[in-house]
């Protein structure tokens, strides 16, 4: 303390020392095993194990080459698979940012009897685990009516499973992206729908033309917060879908894991399942991190 | 929600016509939340106390409380040891006191009630012993894992959350870089980070392998077949995963912190760790009833990592309470049994964060 100038040089000189030391852990230990992953999808195994002894794990070193994505593809049907996730996240987030936005305006700008038991409904629906439900699900959907359109028309049939539906109707309505919106209308001035009411407009063309066109950051955090448990969905599909031409890709994986002991193949799998999202990501970073951070908020 | 707008001139019709809307508004969200959780939540109670099968002959039977006692029933029974016709202690081949088995025990015991062996321990003087029988012992074993996760994984990832949400936030060059790279496993499936770290766990995996070039003989683990590790490691690929987004809502409560706080803590001639204790972290106070629930609800569901790495092995080390429910419910198609399983989760899972709510709410 009695020599407080040098004390504060000597700070200033290990500081960023320090500093740059912890963030170069942090990017080993949190980079590192992803960098792997890709760097193997593009070896042969022999090489893979070959390289861990030295840093060439992480190197796209050696006998380099894309063998292990054709052999990926030849494999399963992989763009199947990718395809079949894309359906669903799309139609989970679009008919949710439809449903829930609804839902958000009719509780926050619309009148009506019953609005507070709906809500308190709502918020008790929050605490509830999907662990909890998944199972008695199960058996729920394996008996609902459903029907579907072949060749021979319409058809009628019980039960829910092996379907694109069974993967998207339990996840369209979401009660915490129903208070994303409903919060986020608060925030409008109301005076902007009575005038729009004034001059004839109806309540639908309100919140078409009014409230959703202002609702841009909220929709953006709604879609990827329900888009990224959809695309990443596991537990739920493992028991609902069977039939491979209707496999999402992490299920998918799963699968080629269980029957592949290649390393570069799982590797190049896993590769590809991840790029998409990764590169959402980077492209929409501020947003992501808006979504995951606003999830916060009301805690 | 808001009646403090007032009236319009002639309201009637339109205030009807406002009441369809709200209601047809509502309906679709309100349909889809009664079908997909609100049944299924009150279905898994109901089927909690039946035999109901996935592929089910006919319709569930009502049980009553057996799932919930297969489940539950815990009974301590004391055998004596084994005598001969003298009294003396009879001995096995090993040199060992002999005492009746638990099988033997429960060999007449209602089938469904019957119970095994979870442990047992011998009294001082080898004249007795005593045996912790259980109704479904996986059960108590799952349950015993998942506290296990929970208390390491609640406190050291909401910690590192928040140490890393401080590194980042010292805004010097670089931040932003650290920021990306600590979030990129969070938006990785948890499938594909199982397979990733199940490659990299192995005997000849590459942690072996980064852990002996840096230690000096060096003996590989095979992390995942033993029973001391495999829990362990599955702890530190899963804080792995989600730390970032933790990261994120700490980094989001701190910037709600007026930076004028700190500037009038720094004229008071506080240091850092003063400015931490007395600035920071009441001002975070919200924002760690969250980390804390997030964390502890998302940990006690642990599922995806053992389904993928381990289901459940090895010798039960790493099976967990829906892995468990999964296993009965879906796996032996004891949906039934499954449910009363998730009754209990649910019923865990809410008494936790009722707790945790009342304690960080009593310090207000």
């Known amino acids: ?299 | 929600m808001d009646t403090t707008r007032p009236p319009r001139a002639g309201a009637h019709r339109t205030r009807r016509a406002e009441a369809r809307f709200g209601l047809a508004a509502i309906a679709p969200a309100a349909l889809l939340l009664l079908i997909f959780l609100v049944i299924p939540t009150l279905l898994a109670f109901a089927l909690s106390f039946t035999n109901a099968k996935l592929i089910a002959q006919g319709a569930p039977e009502f049980v009553g409380i057996q799932n919930f006692q297969r489940l539950l029933g815990v009974e301590i029974a004391t055998v004596d040891v084994e005598r001969d016709a003298s009294g003396a202690i009879e001995r096995g081949d090993d040199g060992e006191p002999v005492y009746p088995s638990a099988r033997e025990l429960q060999a007449e015991a209602d089938p469904v009630l019957k119970k095994s062996e979870l442990g047992s321990w011998q009294s001082g003087d080898a004249s007795s012993k005593t045996y912790l029988l259980v109704g479904d012992p996986i059960f108590w074993k799952a349950l015993l894992n998942t506290f296990l996760f929970v208390i390491v994984v609640v406190p050291v990832q909401a910690g590192l959350a928040l140490a890393l949400a401080l590194f980042v936030n010292l805004r010097m060059r670089g931040s932003n870089l650290f920021r990306t790279v600590i979030f990129i496993p969070v938006v990785t499936s948890m499938v594909v980070v199982s397979i990733l770290w199940l490659f990299m766990y192995q005997r000849d995996g590459l942690i072996n392998q980064v852990l002996a070039s840096v230690i000096p003989g060096y003996e590989f683990v095979d992390w995942l077949a033993n029973p001391q590790t495999a829990l362990p490691s599955i702890i530190v690929m899963s804080i792995w995963q989600a730390v970032g987004f933790h990261m994120i809502i700490w980094l989001s409560g701190l910037q709600t912190i007026p930076g004028e706080l700190y500037e009038a803590a720094r004229l008071d001639g506080a240091g850092a760790w003063r400015r931490f204790t007395s600035v920071t972290w009441p001002g975070l106070r919200h924002t760690a009833v969250f980390v804390l629930i997030t964390i502890t609800i998302a940990a006690l569901g642990l599922f995806v990592q053992i389904n993928v790495m381990t289901q459940g092995g090895p010798l039960d080390s790493t099976q967990t309470l829906v892995f468990h429910a999964f296993t009965a419910g879906y796996g032996k198609q004891q949906m039934g049994y499954g449910s009363a399983i998730a009754v209990v989760f649910f019923v865990l899972v809410l008494t936790i964060s009722l707790i945790q709510r009342r304690l960080t709410r009593e310090k207000d």
């Open chain 1, 1 to 299: 303390m009695t020599l407080r100038p040098l004390g504060a040089l000597h700070r200033r000189l290990w500081l960023p020392v320090v500093y740059w030391a912890v963030g170069a852990l942090l990017l080993m230990a949190f980079s590192f095993p992803m960098v792997f992953m890709a760097v193997s999808s593009l070896k042969p195994d022999d090489q893979i194990f070959l390289d861990l002894k030295t840093m060439n794990a992480f190197l796209p070193t050696g006998d380099v080459s894309l063998d292990n994505y054709v052999g990926v593809f030849a494999r399963v049907p992989v763009a199947q698979f990718l395809l079949n996730s894309a359906f669903t996240s799309a139609l989970v987030v679009g008919l949710g940012l439809v449903v829930n936005s609804l839902a958000g305006f009719a509780l926050t700008r619309v009148r009506w009897r019953g609005q507070t038991v709906v809500l308190g409904l709502l918020i008790a629906t929050l605490i509830v685990p999907f662990e909890t439900i998944a199972i008695p699900m199960v058996f729920l959907v394996s008996r609902l009516p459903w029907f579907s359109i072949d060749s021979a028309g319409l058809q009628f049939q019980e039960g829910l499973m092996n379907t694109y539906a069974v993967q998207i109707l339990p996840f369209v309505a979401n009660a915490f992206s129903i208070f994303l919106f409903a919060q986020y209308f608060k925030s409008i001035p109301r005076e902007l729908d009575e005038a729009a009411m004034v001059d004839g407009a109806s309540w639908w063309r309100v919140y078409r033309t009014i409230v959703m066109p202002l609702a841009g950051p909220v929709v953006a955090t709604a879609a990827i917060l329900t888009f990224l448990p959809v695309w990443n969905a596991y537990l739920w599909p493992i028991m609902t879908v069977q039939k491979e031409d209707l496999r999402p890709i992490q299920v998918g994986l799963q699968y080629f894991f269980q029957e592949n002991v290649e390393w570069g193949q799982i590797m190049a799998y896993t590769t590809i399942i991840t790029l998409p999202v990764l590169v959402m990501f980077l492209l929409f970073q501020r947003a992501f991190v808006a979504s995951i951070a606003s999830s916060g908020v009301k805690g």
